[in-house]
C-alpha cells in the first residue's frame, strides 16, 4: 500500500487522519497515513497534529494519545475494540504476573502486545508489535530474563515454538480475524492442487499448526514487503485480514494471489472492528461531529503506560548486540 495521500478528506489545517492497513480501503485511500500499527505509532510520536483522527482501533487510537498528549485524538466509532483486549480480564491478568513475580528465582518481564488497553500496557514491563516482539522478547530472555507474554495465545505458542529454550509464559487470548484460520481447511485448498507451487504466509495471530507449515510468518509490513519482492509463479495463500490481502493483490495483479481458508464463519476474513470506520464515520469525526474523544484516559495510568511504549520505540536490535557482543566493558 502507498502510504502518500491519495485523496484527502476534507479536514480543518491541523488535522491528521491515520488508517491501519485494516481499515476499508476507500478510508485508506483518503487517508494521510496508512502502516501497521508499529509505523502508526511511530508516525503518531513525530506528528506535529492538533488533532489526529485514527481510522484503527481502540488501543491504536488510546496508543496515539499516549504518544500525543497535547493532541486531540478522536477514534471513528466508539466500537471498534479488539478481541485480543476483549478476551483480557485485567483482574486475571494482574493476579497471574503478580504471583509469577513474586514466585520466581529470576528478573520477571511481563511483555505485552500493543493490541492492549492502557491499563495493561501499565502493567507491562514491555511493549512489543508482531515486528518487533521476538527481537525484544529475545533480547530479555539473553539477559537471563523469565518473559510473560500477553495476550496473544498464539503469537506466543510460535514463539515457543521457535525457541524452545525460551522461559516464555504465555497468556490466552486470541485475535477472532486469525484465529478462525485452520490446517485442516488449507489442506483442503491445497488437494489435488497441480498447476504450479503453492505458498501459504501468514500472520503471528493465527494459530500454530498452521505457522508451522507458512513459508513466511511476518507482520502485515513483513508480508507485503515478500509478496512485493516474490519473483517466482504459482499460487500464495494468505493468513490475514481481507482488506490487507486485497491490498496485495493491487500491488501484484501478476500474481495469483488468494485468502486461507477460515473453519467457520463467512469466510470474509474481516475485522468487523476495524470495519467501523467507514467514510462516513471517518468524516464526522473529522467534522468533530461524531467519534470517540480520547480524553478519559488517567494521568498516572497514562504516565505508567507511556514508560513500556518508549522503551520499545527506543530499542534498536543492532545496539543490543552490539552491547551483548561487546566484552571490554
Ligand atoms: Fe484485533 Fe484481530 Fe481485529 Fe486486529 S484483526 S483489531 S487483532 S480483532
Known amino acids: 500500500m502507498d ?17 491501519h492497513y485494516y481499515a476499508p480501503k476507500p478510508v485508506q485511500q483518503a487517508a494521510d497515513y496508512v502502516a501497521d500499527s508499529l509505523e502508526l505509532s511511530r ?8 488533532r489526529i483522527v485514527f ?3 481502540r488501543f491504536m487510537a488510546e496508543t496515539a494519545k499516549l504518544l500525543n498528549p497535547d493532541t486531540e485524538v478522536i477514534l471513528p466509532d466508539a466500537e471498534s475494540t479488539c478481541s485480543l483486549v476483549d478476551q483480557t480480564d485485567m483482574e486475571r491478568l494482574a493476579a497471574w504476573v503478580a504471583q509469577a513475580k513474586a514466585r520466581s528465582d529470576k528478573p520477571v518481564a511481563h511483555v505485552s502486545y ?10 507491562s514491563d514491555w511493549i512489543v508489535t508482531s515486528r518487533n516482539a521476538e527481537d525484544i522478547i529475545g533480547h530479555l530472555i539473553a539477559q537471563g530474563q523469565r518473559v510473560l507474554f500477553s495476550p496473544d495465545r498464539n503469537m506466543g505458542a510460535y514463539f515457543r515454538y521457535l525457541h524452545p529454550d525460551w522461559d516464555l509464559r504465555v497468556w490466552d487470548a486470541v485475535c477472532e480475524v ?3 484460520f485452520r490446517e485442516r481447511e488449507l489442506d483442503q485448498l491445497f488437494k489435488g492442487w497441480t498447476d504450479g507451487p503453492k505458498y501459504l504466509i501468514a500472520h503471528p495471530e493465527s494459530p500454530l499448526p498452521l505457522l508451522k507449515r507458512a513459508h513466511l510468518v511476518g507482520s502485515t509490513t513483513k508480508m507485503l514487503e515478500w509478496v512485493n ?9 494468505v493468513a490475514t485480514e481481507i482488506e490487507l ?7 501484484r495483479p501478476d500474481l495469483d494471489i488468494r485468502l486461507a481458508a477460515a473453519y467457520t464463519g463467512c469466510q470474509c476474513h474481516a475485522c468487523p472492528y476495524m470495519k467501523k470506520n467507514t467514510l462516513a464515520a471517518v468524516q464526522a469525526a473529522v467534522d468533530g461531529r461524531g467519534g470517540l474523544r480520547i480524553d478519559y484516559i488517567d494521568h498516572a495510568l497514562a504516565t505508567q503506560a507511556r514508560e513500556p ?21
Open 309 to 329: 511504549l518508549f522503551k520499545m520505540l527506543n530499542f534498536n536490535p543492532e545496539n543490543q548486540d552490539a552491547k551483548q557482543s561487546c566484552s571490554q566493558c
Open 229 to 237: 519482492a516474490y519473483q517466482g509463479a504459482g499460487t500464495i495463500y
Open 55 to 57: 481510522a484503527g482501533v
Open 114 to 123: 500493543i493490541n492492549s488497553s492502557v491499563a495493561q500496557k501499565a502493567l
Open 3 to 19: 502510504t502518500k495521500l491519495i485523496t484527502p478528506f476534507k479536514r480543518p489545517d491541523g488535522t491528521l487522519v491515520l488508517a
Open 178 to 180: 486469525h484465529d478462525a
Open 245 to 251: 490481502v486485497q491490498t496485495m493483490q493491487a500491488a
Open 43 to 50: 508516525f503518531a510520536a513525530q506528528a506535529q497534529a492538533e
